[in-house]
């Protein structure tokens, strides 16, 4: 049987991908300290990966595809040309550990910290995991900084180790919660799925991995979106389309009951709690909430 050799992330963006996978209609299942997930799709041969590593291993061909982020693939192409060549990106899955918004990676010193701009860290010591983008950021700004490699904890290290960090964050609370105060920002990051552009010139694994992409995409845009189905007389459709902020038009069918009509409609979850109350008054009834696993375009 042919397989598609696909990373996933391992570590913090581990939790949040099997769940797309699964909404997308993948049952991807990690066993205990196992590094090779079972799933459903024969012909998908699935490995966990650090997300620091994943552009290496698609970019040198061990792995056919793989998810992570645009920050480490920026690093591999900065650090390694040859294998940055080899990278292809299919698409773009906004999400991250907490949410569905692009990570930001920050420069940060401690709040009582003379530093207020890039250029006052002119021969002071940056600790960061994201070494080759920083020392290529400092070059650009023209400053010279000595930027050192980072195994953890970085937000801790300011004042007693380096002077500055340069650090992922998404919601800021670790930074807060370590007293720590935003420079600047150099570079916003969302998950990527990559392939080898060798790989992609192979037609079964190319159309595999853009179904991929269709699907996991489809599960994304789904995240935020609800379907409602509800009942309502045929005379206030017009009343209720007024209401309704709808992705697509409502699909419309007639009821056994004369006069009355079904309608069915997909829209943003976040406007159902104001929308519901003004359907309800508008004289709909049987109003009906669903969740959606997908949506494809």
């Known amino acids: 049987m042919k397989k598609l050799k696909l990373g996933l992330p391992k570590g913090s963006l581990q939790e949040s991908t099997l769940e797309l996978f699964q909404k997308a209609g993948f049952r991807v299942r990690l066993r205990d300290r196992s590094y090779f997930p079972v799933c459903d799709d024969d012909s998908l041969q699935i490995m966990m990966v650090r ?5 290496d ?19 591999t192409k900065i650090k390694d040309k040859k294998r940055g060549s080899q990278l292809k990106e299919v698409c773009e899955l906004v999400y991250a550990k907490s949410g569905y918004s692009a990570v930001s990676w920050v420069l940060a010193v401690p709040e009582k910290s003379t530093i ?7 021969g002071k010591k940056v600790a960061t995991e994201l070494v080759n983008v920083v020392k290529d950021y400092f070059k650009k700004k023209k400053v010279n900084a000595a930027i050192e490699f980072s195994w953890g904890a970085t937000e801790v290290k300011t004042p007693y180790l380096v002077d500055a960090v340069v650090e992922l964050t998404e919601t800021g609370s670790s930074l807060r919660a370590n007293n720590l105060r935003i420079v600047e920002k ?112």
């Open 51 to 55: 997300s620091q590593e994943m552009a």
């Open 57 to 75: 291993y698609v970019g040198s061909g061990v792995l056919d595809a793989g998810l992570t982020g645009y920050d480490w693939i920026l690093e």
């Open 116 to 122: 207020k701009k890039v250029n006052d860290l002119k």
């Open 186 to 297: 150099i570079l916003t990051s969302t998950t990527r799925l990559i392939t080898n552009k060798s790989a992609f010139k192979n037609s079964w694994k190319k159309e595999k991995i853009k179904n991929i992409a269709i699907l996991l995409q489809g599960a994304l845009l789904a995240e935020e979106m609800v379907g409602l189905k509800m009942n309502l007389p045929e005379k206030n459709i017009t009343k209720v389309m007024d209401i309704l902020t709808a992705l697509r038009k409502p699909t419309i069918s007639r009821l056994t009951l004369p006069g009355w009509v079904a309608l069915e409609v997909v829209l943003c979850e976040k406007t159902v709690k104001q929308i519901i109350p003004q359907l309800k008054r508008a004289g709909v009834e049987g109003i009906i909430e669903y969740s959606l696993n997908k949506i494809i375009y």
